[in-house]
Nanobody, 115 residues
Framework: VQLVESGGGLVQPGGSLRLSCAAS????????MSWYRQAPGKERELVAA????????NYADSVKGRFTISRDNAKNTVYLQMNSLRPEDTAVYYC?????????WGRGTRVTVSS
């Protein structure tokens, strides 16, 4: 089982990034997929989640209207489009897959929002 995040980097406030998480080794289309983040000195928090078929999404209040989660089950990939980035969005972003009590985590990709 692998979840590999990519797309992180350094971006100026107000900028955009698109994170990707490529999955392998499990039946991706059956899994609820989520993005979490962990800022320095803080606990890991849920950012966004999407159901297995992609019909339902939910977001943390802090990112509503700025971030969009989506998935492509044909490519076994989940995305996080991040717009209007703020310094407080700086964190390591992780993707997670969950199905019937079984969960898998990626290793994360770092996002730094700074001028």
């Amino acid at each position: 089982v692998q979840l590999v995040e990519s797309g992180g980097g350094l971006v100026q406030p107000g900028g955009s990034l698109r994170l990707s998480c490529a999955a392998s080794g499990f039946t991706f289309s059956r899994y609820i997929m989520s993005w979490y983040r962990q800022a320095p000195g803080k606990e890991r928090e849920l950012v966004a989640a999407i159901t297995s078929a992609g019909g339902i999404t939910n977001y943390a209040d802090s990112v509503k209207g700025r971030f969009t989660i989506s998935r492509d089950n044909a490519k076994n990939t989940v995305y996080l489009q991040m717009n209007s980035l703020r310094p407080e969005d700086t964190a390591v972003y992780y993707c997670k897959g969950r199905c019937n009590g079984v969960g898998y985590w990626g290793r994360g990709t770092r996002v730094t929002v700074s001028s």
